[in-house]
């Protein structure tokens, strides 16, 4: 597609030069028609280049007043009264009893619960493992303050329509500018293309093509100039007689309809192409990641069945046993529910419990071996306790459960 596109604009810049050539010369023979002469000088003065840096600079001033205009507007504050753009968000979840809400206080930083009732939310609407979104202003004392509460679900409406809104805008004043910027070369370069059909004409019938070949290195408009230039008053006497059959046309606009066809015929193929090696990769690694995953499951399994053993205290490196030791660590006195996650470069174990205090998150990279391997040893690249995830989270979708032993 690249090499297609570079050669598009290669073709695009010869014809702009061809037709600059041209025009150039065009311009100063003697006799040819008054409004000829005007509209030919007048798109002298146009260069794509100018026009497309001004097409650019457009685009960006009125991308900054879009942003600066419209972008500042808050959509959360006709729902809530607050401005919320900016402030902290922690998601919540609703409880099994449906009528209380548990997330991680960002004052605390631990989870603690609210009633829906004490919230101002309506316990009636909602059900257990709904989800919450919370907004938290930070005062001049350090504390986080509690502004608003809204359902996730209509969160997600609202900056759908938001930013929906706002790519919109971008879009119609990208589509304007390209607009504006084919109008204005239409205006001034328009004519050339009814002129070149004209000189095709004049070069096949007045045997232009047999002095001035492109064996030779003459293109059509090269050919033009170099045969006028040996007589330029009968040159354009005859160039002015030289006019396309209204059958002439019709066959031109179809061939040039033609290749608009194909060259949209050919776009349609490519892309076609990429979006079906897009989707055959895509399925072909998901059916790797879940031989991957089920692989590390199954060496997981060993070690909570005790089959296999950690590398030891004086290893800095984990093996599937290390790795279930770590995570019943986590939690010594507790149940552990337990989520894997694994990619090609990663295996990720996910940890909480029916407590709901925190959510625990390591991954682990390999430094030895493949990931699913038996003999591979693992670095823990991160170990941190999570905001983004919630014990519900877990709870509703985890892999396996690690016991109390």
């Known amino acids: 597609m690249q090499l297609a596109t570079a050669m598009n604009l290669r073709k695009a810049m010869d014809e702009e030069t061809k037709r600059e050539r041209f025009a150039s010369w065009y311009s ?12 030919i000088e007048r798109s002298l003065k146009y260069n794509v280049w100018k026009e497309l840096i001004k097409l650019f600079v457009v685009y960006m001033i009125f991308s900054l007043v879009w942003f600066f205009g419209a972008g500042q507007y808050d959509p959360f504050e006709s729902v809530t009264g607050y401005s919320l753009i900016g402030k902290k968000s922690v998601i919540g979840v609703v409880q099994e009893d449906g009528e209380s809400l548990r997330l991680k ?7 603690v619960s609210y009633t829906l009732a004490e919230l101002g939310m309506d316990p009636i609407k909602y059900s257990y493992g709904s989800r919450f979104q919370t907004y938290w202003e930070k005062e001049k004392n350090g504390e986080y303050q509690l502004l608003a509460v809204l359902p996730e679900k209509q969160v997600s409406k609202i900056e759908g329509l938001y930013y929906g809104v706002m790519g919109v805008g971008y879009f119609a004043i990208l589509i304007g500018g390209i607009c504006a910027f ?13 002129f070149y059909y004209r000189l095709e004409k004049f ?11 492109v064996e030779r290195g003459y293109d059509t408009v090269d050919a033009i100039i170099a045969y006028g230039n040996e007589n330029p008053i009968y040159f354009v006497n005859e160039f002015s007689n030289i006019h396309l059959t209204k059958e002439e046309v019709k066959k031109k606009k179809s061939k040039l309809a033609m290749v608009w066809l ?3 015929a050919v776009m349609a193929g490519i892309i076609l192409v990429i979006s079906l090696y897009v989707n055959i990769t895509s399925a072909i690694e998901c059916r790797q990641n879940e031989a991957r995953t089920a692989a590390v499951l199954e060496k997981l399994q060993n070690a909570i069945d005790e089959k296999t053993t950690g590398l030891g205290e004086k290893s800095e490196y984990y093996n599937y046993a290390d790795m279930i030791d770590r995570a019943r660590d986590t939690f010594p006195e507790e149940d552990i529910y337990y989520k894997l996650q694994t990619t090609e470069d990663y295996v990720t174990i996910i940890v909480t419990t029916k407590k709901k205090q925190n959510v625990c998150f390591d991954r682990y990279v390999p430094v030895q071996g493949s990931i699913g391997d038996e003999d591979t040893e693992y670095k823990l690249e991160i170990a941190m306790v999570s905001d983004a995830m919630q014990p519900d989270d877990i709870l509703h979708n985890y892999t396996g459960i690690l016991k109390i032993k």
Request: net charge positive; aromatic share 18%.
């Open 28 to 39: 100063t023979l003697p006799g040819i028609p008054a409004h000829e002469k005007e509209i």
């Open 105 to 111: 206080n960002p004052n605390k930083g631990e989870h």
């Open 182 to 194: 084919f109008i204005r070369r239409k205006r001034y370069t328009g004519w050339f293309l009814s």
């Open 203 to 213: 070069y096949s019938e007045y045997g232009v093509w047999q002095k001035y070949s």
């Open 262 to 264: 194909t060259s949209i």
